[in-house]
């Protein structure tokens, strides 16, 4: 809830260091040290008594690693968001601590702005979680009411998330498309470019030298209607609203995951949908927009390589816990006259391919050259029917999440 602080358990089996994180924290008012763990047993036990929500957890302990406390503790208390802090420069600590339940992954020694903004956003995410567990008295209850009994709140924009462990598969593409396929008169769309290093969404819409993310994200905690309204690029032969990746690679660093969340979650109030295009590898943006997603794409062709990323990813959401209703996977660039169907591919990764996109590289390359999305003047053809036919699908999907969620029985 805001104002209260954020809790936060200190794992590490060096002492200098437990000093050194503490101290590093002890100047952020948000924050509470509630307590420091010396082996990955004693994380397991304090964390049962105090019962926090951020656990900065080191990887290497004599006992018990990180990663095996990170699964323990998350199996016990899944509203506790967990840090994992390493000195290894190895992806392979990376993905086996996501797909044990961490929240993220920093190498040490932690710079004090990454690990306080990262703090932030395993704390909201923590307090999120433990609202989900604990039923709150809300002003206006009549007495013996509960909270599923107040009158529902207004209707707020859907965050959908286009992403895919292998670059080069079409992420773009389906996503500039898609946002048009969505948009019109009563449906105000904003497309969101996430790969803020080499993100090409407004080159495909032709307005690229614009405006950007980097004239948002300093303002994140003060954001308001007119200030986005003058920083997204309204894109006149689509109806889509943009927001586009930085103009040099460099300027990236300036946005943290934790302003990049906030930005989204404002749109949700401007907009019905905003398609959120990521780059292939988990950024702190990527992992702040899986936080906000409502619905997520995974795109797939027919190479094995991009079938295993695919597999990896759902490992991984399955580990954070992502119901995979919420994931519409979609193979891209079909040709029948290749192997690895999508009904092949579906059986393989257990996860029905549902949307199936074919191969046209002349309509695809002559849309992206012309800084002209297909679907304005293409939507009649194969792969524009295709697009309309996943805009229907994402819609239909999120409005059955919506249902499936109104319908839980009060507790």
Known sequence: MAGEKIRILIVDDIAETRENIRK?????????????ARTGKEA????????????????????????????AIRRKLSFAQIIILSVQNDPNYMRRAMLAGARDFIFKPPRID?????????????AEERSKQTPVAMPGMMPGMMPGMMMPAMPKGKV?????????TGCTT?????????VNEETKVALVDGNLQFGNVAI????????????LAPRADELDYDIVKEVMIANAASGVHLLAAPLRPEHAEKVSGEQFGKVLTFLRQMYSYIIVDTPAY??????STMDVADLFILVTSQDIPAIIGAKSFLSLTDAMRINRKRIVFTMNRYDKRVGNPPEKVGEYLKQEVVSVIPLDERIVINAVNRGVPFMIDNKMQPIGRSIAALADTVKDTLAKLDAAENEKPLR
Not at 25 to 30: C, I, K, V, Y
Not at 51 to 66: E, S, T
Not at 160 to 168: R, W
Not at 174 to 182: E, F, R
């Open 282 to 287: 988990l950024t702190d943006v990527v992992l």
């Open 204 to 215: 495909f819409l032709n307005e690229q030298g614009k405006n950007t993310i980097i004239d």
């Open 44 to 71: 397991i036990d304090l964390s049962q008594e105090l019962k926090p929500d951020v656990i900065l957890m080191d990887i290497n302990m004599p006992d018990m690693d990180g990663i095996a406390a990170t699964e």
């Open 114 to 126: 990454q690990l306080s903004g990262t703090i932030r956003v395993a704390g909201a995410i923590a």
């Open 24 to 36: 590093l924290l002890q100047f952020e008012a948000d924050f509470e040290v509630v307590g420091v």
């Open 174 to 182: 389906i996503a500039s498309n898609l946002a048009v396929a969505m």
């Open 160 to 168: 959908i998330m286009v992403f895919s462990p292998k670059g080069g």
